[in-house]
């Protein structure tokens, strides 16, 4: 069975202050890794594709890296726009499973 | 764009009564599936499609039926609501394609069974 942990489970940063959300997975037939912003509120929001060991990936203050157990999304001197919670999911025959989620308070 | 959409946003069912969730998607995406999100949790896929007429279980598929008669629309059917089923819902859909499959979500359905 597919399986996708999150962790740390919520993250309080002040501004500028970087670090990184981790989300280790168990799938054989990985198809993709994928990073997802989600608001209160709302759906969520694509963010990344990964889609083999050593691909890395950026936008914004935000880097998506990828090995065979587990993925990081590093934030660099977030703001508090930043502040939501993060999704990490892995992909195999069309089937996605989600970790529960990171969710990261800036404050200014 | 409308993408994908869900109707109705909110929802307020009594035990036993049952209703469907619809989802209709403008992109001709191949990949369909429905999703609860419990406070404080990820999304736990319930079904999902990888095209018309395919239709398979997820994760938490019991009291849950959907079908696929078209590529745009992939409705939710709760047989006989129970308190345990209140979450929030969310439609997603993708490409099949190999480099194509990060998913578009709807905005989701809060519902509540009383």
């Known amino acids: 069975e597919d399986q996708v942990t999150q962790s740390p489970e919520a993250l309080r940063l002040q501004e500028g202050e970087s670090s990184s959300l981790n989300c280790s997975y168990t799938v054989s037939g990985l198809r993709g890794l994928f990073w997802y912003r989600q608001d209160p509120g709302k759906g969520p929001e694509f963010l990344f594709t990964?889609?083999?060991a050593g691909e890395e990936k950026e936008k914004e203050r935000l880097k998506a890296t990828l090995t065979k157990k587990e993925s990081f999304l590093h934030i660099t001197a977030p703001k508090p726009e930043d502040s939501a919670t993060y999704l990490c999911?892995?992909?195999?025959?069309?089937?996605?499973?989600f970790g529960d989620g990171t969710t990261l308070t800036v404050k200014p | 764009n409308a993408g994908v959409t869900q109707t109705p946003k909110f929802q307020v069912l009594k035990t036993g009564q049952s209703m469907t969730l619809q989802c209709a998607q403008d992109m001709n995406h191949e990949y369909m599936s429905w999703y609860r999100q419990d406070p404080g949790m990820g999304l736990r896929l319930i079904h999902y499609s990888v095209g018309a007429g395919i239709t398979d279980q997820g994760e938490v598929p019991n009291g849950y039926n959907v079908s696929r008669s078209t590529t745009e629309d992939f409705p939710l059917r709760l047989l006989s609501a129970a308190p345990s089923q209140t979450s929030v819902y969310f439609c997603a859909s993708s490409y099949g394609d190999r480099r194509k499959t990060e998913a578009f979500f709807g905005q989701g359905t809060r519902l509540t069974v009383v």
């Open positions: 990964l889609y083999s």
């Open positions: 999911a892995v992909l195999r025959r069309g089937k996605s499973t």
